[in-house]
């Protein structure tokens, strides 16, 4: 056997995983309960015997899927930094906080119990986020193109929010409209935002 036949099973081994953390991904944020492990399996093409392969419990996809999310928000900051002013970056952070509020909502039941079990760190990932929340008002701050007196934990407060009365997928709309209040009210007055009377 070559080193590259050595190294294919490997190869579809991460695959695999990748596409079962997508197809969960996308099906708890889609679910009004949380789908089955078999729906999981058949979803993303592979046998039940796969997806256990790489998640032996549902508490090791949902942990798998939850700190997928958090990594993508937390690297998703730096990267719209680098490519958008800060104000245009915040926004559509804004956007990736609510899909992944979206993709709690279908695995709510356990990542409940896994947080209260204490698998799961809420009050790191809590700081984890507003990290990625201070990034971005940092950059804004230094631009002064965001206002430099309101907390991240303020903003993360706001987005909850948001997204607890808009937060169905017939409710975009004006989630947007909601997101882009916020938004204005960030804007230092400096970049036209309105002096509070």
Not at 139 to 153: C, Y
Not at 174 to 179: G, H, I, S, V, Y
Request: proline share 4%; glycine share 8%; aromatic share 4%.
């Amino acid at each position: 056997m070559t080193a590259a036949e050595m190294r294919r099973p490997r190869a579809d081994a991460a695959r695999n995983r990748e596409q079962l953390l997508a197809v969960a991904t996308r099906l708890f944020a889609s679910a009004d309960a949380e789908p089955s492990m078999r729906a999981i399996a058949n979803e993303a093409g592979v046998g039940i015997a796969t997806l256990y392969r790489h998640f032996p419990t549902r508490e090791a996809l949902v942990d798998a899927v939850y700190q997928d999310q958090v990594s993508r928000l937390t690297a998703g900051a730096r990267e719209l930094l680098a490519r958008l002013d800060p104000p245009a970056a915040l926004r559509r952070w804004m956007d990736l906080f609510g899909q992944w509020i979206a993709t709690k909502n279908g695995m709510l039941d356990t990542l409940l119990a896994m947080v209260e079990s204490g698998e799961i760190a809420h009050a790191h990932t809590r700081a984890e986020l507003l990290g990625a929340i201070d990034d971005i008002l940092d950059a804004g701050r230094a631009s002064g193109e965001l206002r430099a007196d309101v907390p991240a934990g303020d903003i993360a407060a706001a987005l909850i929010g948001i997204f607890t009365v808009a937060g169905s997928p017939e409710q975009e709309a004006m989630a947007a409209r909601l997101l882009n209040l916020l938004m204005d009210g960030l804007r230092s007055s400096a970049c036209g935002r309105p002096e509070s009377v």
